[in-house]
């Protein structure tokens, strides 16, 4: 049966990344490593992961692309101007809404989010959300998020 997970924000091979953000690794190496082994451990062939943007750095997404299950919608991130469908991404230049859920790669201002709508966001990284459900990968312990379970687990 498929599944819907969300994520969002592992810039694959910025190694800046690790110190701007206080991840866990010493090298962008290990930290691709260990992102696509536990990306891989959770998603299966046929589920889709969405992911809310920044995907991978220097314009590098094909090179990760090949080596992760499911398919991947990718909202795009101020890291992704390059990405392209070739690379095996169903783009979104915007917005993706999903019943009460606008899934977005920035931050929604609280004035455009409509009533009863949640945003769910990545691009500020181990930082809360002041409006919204922040899903970069520092706030989801580097993993994938089903989406049944993000406004129990991840709600305010």
Not at 77 to 102: A, P, R
Request: proline share 3%; aromatic share 10%; hydrophobic share 40%.
């Amino acid at each position: 049966m498929t599944k819907i997970y969300i994520t969002s924000d592992h810039h694959f091979f910025h190694g800046n990344i690790i110190k701007y953000c206080n991840r866990p690794f010493e090298s962008y190496q290990e930290m691709n490593e260990f992102m696509i082994d536990t990306w891989n451990e959770i998603i299966n062939p046929e589920d889709i992961v969405i992911h809310l943007g920044d995907f991978a750095f220097r314009n590098k997404a094909n090179l990760i692309r090949p080596l992760l299950n499911g398919t991947i919608i990718l909202i795009r991130g101020n890291h992704d101007t390059n990405v392209v469908s070739e690379d095996g991404f169903i783009i979104i230049e915007d917005k993706l809404i999903i019943n009460n859920m606008i899934l977005t790669h920035r931050p929604m201002l609280k004035e455009d989010i409509a009533e009863g709508f949640v945003n769910i966001h990545g691009h500020i990284h181990d930082k809360k959300s002041y409006e919204g459900i922040n899903m970069s990968v520092e706030r989801t312990e580097y993993k994938p998020v089903l989406i049944s379970d993000i406004m129990q687990h991840y709600g305010k």
